[in-house]
């Protein structure tokens, strides 16, 4: 568990020093490429769901695009927890009627005549908790897809070359301690 946080971090530090350091041939070619914008990403992706993947794919050099499929993927998130919600809601506000109707000794809809007063309590409070946890999933796809395009322009222009690698490898401290070598490569 520490190893693999260790890990982590030696990979966010080489990630993060990667920009610092600065190549005489690769000051040309950054001039030339047009900035990444990580908030505009967020922001397209705010107001639309998917505009930032969209963005975010547009954005991406040749043979590295892959942000496209991800729209219909939120589209179908966004639209199957939608439209459970509405389902249930529409359920709910008729199972209180068909309650409320019992109450007060109203005629009472066929479709719930095999339930008793309790079991409609019951059928109603179910059918909250359903509409609540899908209000919840409906918020959870928007919250993923944002944050999908957030971190995913952050990596728009991120160098995966050969160049760039990290190493571990066993070495002997002295002839009774053995030890790891972590051995990272920036260019």
Same mark, same amino acid.
């Given at each position: 568990m520490k190893f693999t946080l260790l890990l982590f971090l030696f990979c966010?530090?080489?990630?993060?020093?990667?920009?610092?350091?600065?190549?005489? !041939?690769?000051?040309?070619?950054?001039?030339?490429?047009?900035?990444?914008?990580?908030?505009?990403?967020?922001?397209?992706?705010a107001i639309v769901p998917g505009a930032?993947?969209?963005?975010?794919?547009?954005?991406?050099?040749?043979?590295?695009?892959?942000?496209?499929?991800k729209v219909p993927l939120i589209y179908a998130g966004l639209g199957v927890t939608s439209?459970?919600?509405?389902?249930?809601?529409?359920?709910?506000?008729?199972?209180?009627?068909?309650?409320?109707?019992r109450q007060d000794l109203l005629p009472t809809s066929a479709d719930?005549?095999?339930?008793?007063?309790?079991?409609?309590?019951t059928l109603y409070t179910q059918t909250v908790t359903?509409?609540?946890?899908?209000?919840?999933?409906?918020?959870?796809v928007y919250l993923f897809q944002l944050a999908d395009a957030g971190v995913e322009a952050h990596f728009v222009n991120f160098d995966v070359s050969e160049d760039l690698s990290i190493h571990f490898d066993p070495v002997m401290m002295d002839y009774?301690?053995?030890?790891?070598?972590?051995?990272? !490569?920036?260019?």
């Open positions: 966010a530090f080489a990630s993060f020093s990667q920009d610092s350091l600065v190549v005489e !041939n690769s000051i040309k070619v950054q001039d030339s490429v047009k900035p990444h914008s990580v908030k505009k990403a967020l922001l397209l992706s930032g993947q969209i963005y975010n794919h547009l954005a991406m050099p040749k043979g590295k695009k892959k942000a496209f499929w439209y459970y919600l509405i389902k249930n809601q529409g359920l709910q506000k008729e199972l209180r009627l068909e309650y409320e109707n719930w005549a095999a339930y008793d007063d309790e079991g409609i309590l359903r509409r609540d946890l899908f209000i919840m999933g409906v918020g959870i009774r301690t053995a030890g790891l070598r972590l051995t990272l !490569n920036f260019r």
